[in-house]
């Protein structure tokens, strides 16, 4: 409610302003000017005019009141916007989205029927002190990119809390935030959001990264629920999680860059445009095809070594295709294991080289696997698995 009070009180300050460069546009209150309108809303005809005294079209005449007054404060954010780009100044920006907010909410103080309102309210409040200014920009931006006919009163197709964030950060990157970072996402609405890295600036931006490593801190030995739900946090080592992986993938095409640099300061990388990771009841299946970069294709080395098509394995559950024992206990991590591997990013983390069993962070197609005169085993420095959508 606090959050509220001082959101309508920074939207009586702006609409002081607002007036000058919005002309003659009504913000507040009433329908806008019919010669400066946004592209129109639906509205009863005249000869229907005694029906809205009936308390569903006065529900309907409220929300398209709504309707019409966010579209008139878009239209101004982008001419606010507009103006602070030629200035360098992006405050005006930022005032313009405190007055969305401020509407949003004031409007569902006032009688909110409409649910797309409601969860926007719900929304800004969560985000409001939370996250801070760089989650409250993406959100707002995400509400002033829909199409303006998007809040008219309909019949829900989706669940209620569909759309509440971003699906993943190629929709962010979409919305014009190109900088790296951790923001919140949704893969899955009908599951909570989550916090999660995005790459905007490599090989063209918009990757969610579901896999770190670059230190050791974190084990990634875990077992099957685990590597579900995911472990770590996007500021350190982590595992995004089986599920996410899923949600993230299974609609439309995707791909995946994976990004390795080895202690030698060597940096290459191995891309699939063919990926996809299967639901829980498919073992979390491993789709990786179409390989293109410069670290060789490890997912598809052999016959006997194609992670390719393989589920993914823990300690304790076991489903390689090794038969004389489980993969994932042996070499100490879960993975799309075939009998066994010709690559394993979420082995053991070693700082340097190693002897014995090969169960570090392994890629098989690397220029250099092993010290010729001692025979000792390559490791890497890092390594980020990330996808986003198909690009044609």
């Not at 006065?58 to 954010?77: G, W």
């Amino acid at each position: 409610m606090c959050v509220r009070v001082v959101l309508v009180f920074l939207l009586g300050v702006y609409m002081m302003c607002v007036r000058v460069w919005c002309q003659r546009d009504i913000l507040v209150a009433g329908p806008p000017n019919s010669a400066t309108s946004a592209p129109k809303i639906h509205q009863p005809h005249s000869q229907d005019s005694r029906l809205r005294k009936t308390p569903e079209n006065r529900k309907h005449a409220q929300v398209t009141d709504t309707s019409e007054r966010l579209i008139q404060l878009q239209r101004c954010m982008l001419q606010h916007e507009s103006v602070a780009m030629s200035r360098g100044d992006g405050s005006d920006s930022l005032v313009a989205f405190l007055a969305l907010m401020a509407a949003v909410l004031t409007e569902c103080n006032l009688h909110c029927h409409s649910q797309r309102l409601r969860e926007m309210a719900t929304r800004l409040e969560s985000v409001v002190g939370k996250n801070g200014e760089k989650d409250l920009l993406l959100l707002l931006k995400s509400i002033t990119h829909s199409k303006p006919n998007s809040l008219k009163p309909r019949t829900p197709t989706v669940p209620p809390s569909a759309g509440l964030y971003p699906q993943d950060c190629h929709e962010i990157y979409q919305l014009g935030i190109k900088e790296n970072g951790i923001y919140t996402i949704q893969p899955d609405p009908k599951q909570p959001a989550l916090e999660a890295v995005c790459d905007m600036v490599s090989a063209g931006g918009g990757w969610t990264v579901f896999q770190r490593r670059f230190d050791g801190k974190t084990d990634f030995n875990r077992t099957w629920q685990e590597y579900r739900d995911g472990f770590g946090s996007p500021q350190t080592e982590h595992w995004l999680g089986n599920a996410v992986l899923y949600a993230l993938t299974a609609n439309g095409q995707h791909t995946l860059r994976i990004t390795l640099q080895d202690w030698h300061e060597q940096t290459r990388h191995a891309n699939y445009n063919n990926f996809k990771v299967a639901g829980e009841n498919q073992r979390f299946r491993l789709t990786a095809r179409e390989y293109h970069g410069d670290a060789g294709n490890a997912f598809s080395y052999s016959k006997q070594y194609n992670h390719d098509g393989r589920a993914f394995s823990t300690y304790d559950r076991d489903h390689d295709r090794y038969a004389a024992g489980n993969c994932a206990r042996y070499y100490g991590a879960g993975w799309w294991f075939d009998s066994c591997l010709a690559a394993n990013l979420n082995g053991r983390f070693y700082h340097g080289r190693y002897s014995g069993i090969t169960d570090g962070i392994y890629w098989g197609t690397w220029y250099i696997l092993t010290e010729y005169r001692t025979g000792e085993r390559y490791s890497f420095k890092s390594v980020e698995m990330k996808t986003r959508p198909r690009r044609s």
